[in-house]
T-cell receptor
Framework: DTGVSQNPRHKITKRGQNVTFRCDPI?????LYWYRQTLGQGPEFLTY????????KSRLLSDRFSAERPKGSFSTLEIQRTEQGDSAMYLC???FGNGGNEQFFGPGTRLTVL | AQTVTQSQPEMSVQEAETVTLSCTYD???????LFWYKQPPSRQMILVIR????KQQNATENRFSVNFQKAAKSFSLKISDSQLGDTAMYFC???????????????WGLGTSLAVNP
C-alpha cells in the first residue's frame, strides 16, 4: 500500500502521560499536514511541514504539542502531559507541489485520554 | 479569516435519486480552491471533487458535480444516481492559493452526514 499510513491507529492513555504518533506520507510528497478532528466536527489544522521545515503551527497547538519531520520523510506528533480535551482523531495528510493539489489522508490515530 | 459553512448537518436520499449538499464560504481572497471530501464510516478521508476559483466551468467527476457561484460564495455538491456506498460524512473545504511555499492548509466546514437508503 503506497498511501499515507499512521501509527498507532488507536491510543488510550491516562491523563498526564505523553504520547507520540507517527505519520508516513506518500514518498514523493513534500508537504505534510496534521489536523485534529473531534466528534461531530470538521478537521482543524494543527501544523504544516514543507520538506523538513515546520512552516506554520496553529494557535490551537499549545506548548504541550510538538511535531517533527526529520529529513523530510515521516513525521511525529508528540503530546506531553495529555489532558482529556486532547481526546480526538489526529489526521495526517500529504501532498505534492505548490498548487492546490489534493491532500491525501491517512486513516488517523484515535486518542482517548482517560 | 476564511470560514466554511455547511448548513445541513444530516441528509438522506433514496438509492438512485439525486441529492444536493450545500456549502457557503467567506473569504476576501480572489484566488483559491474548493474541495469536497468524503469520510465513510470508520474509513479515511478521500477527495470527491476539486474546483479552482478562477475557472468558471463547474467541475464534474462521474456522478458528482458542483455548482460554483463565486459571487455568492456558494459551492454545492450534487450527487446523481445515489448509491449505498455514497453513505458518508461530506466535508466542504477551502484552500487559499497564495504564493508558492505558502501553507496550503484546508479550512473545513462541520460536515453533512449523508445516508443513502435502499
Amino acid at each position: 500500500d503506497t498511501g499515507v499510513s499512521q501509527n498507532p491507529r488507536h491510543k488510550i492513555t491516562k491523563r498526564g502521560q505523553n504520547v507520540t504518533f507517527r505519520c508516513d506520507p506518500i514518498s514523493e510528497h513534500n508537504r505534510l499536514y496534521w489536523y485534529r478532528q473531534t466528534l461531530g466536527q470538521g478537521p482543524e489544522f494543527l501544523t504544516y511541514f514543507q520538506n523538513e521545515a515546520q512552516l506554520e503551527k496553529s494557535r490551537l497547538l499549545s506548548d504541550r504539542f510538538s511535531a517533527e519531520r526529520p529529513k523530510g520523510s515521516f513525521s511525529t506528533l508528540e503530546i506531553q502531559r495529555t489532558e482529556q480535551g486532547d481526546s480526538a482523531m489526529y489526521l495526517c495528510a500529504s501532498s505534492f507541489g505548490n498548487g492546490g493539489n489534493e491532500q491525501f489522508f491517512g486513516p488517523g490515530t484515535r486518542l482517548t485520554v482517560l | 479569516a476564511q470560514t466554511v459553512t455547511q448548513s445541513q448537518p444530516e441528509m438522506s436520499v433514496q438509492e438512485a435519486e439525486t441529492v444536493t449538499l450545500s456549502c457557503t464560504y467567506d473569504t476576501s481572497e480572489s484566488n483559491y480552491y474548493l474541495f469536497w471530501y468524503k469520510q465513510p464510516p470508520s474509513r479515511q478521508m478521500i477527495l470527491v471533487i476539486r474546483q479552482e476559483a478562477y475557472k468558471q466551468q463547474n467541475a464534474t467527476e462521474n456522478r458528482f458535480s458542483v455548482n460554483f457561484q463565486k459571487a455568492a460564495k456558494s459551492f454545492s455538491l450534487k450527487i446523481s444516481d445515489s448509491q449505498l456506498g455514497d453513505t458518508a460524512m461530506y466535508f466542504c473545504a477551502f484552500m487559499k492559493q497564495g504564493n508558492a511555499g505558502n501553507n496550503r492548509k484546508l479550512i473545513w466546514g462541520l460536515g453533512t452526514s449523508l445516508a443513502v437508503n435502499p
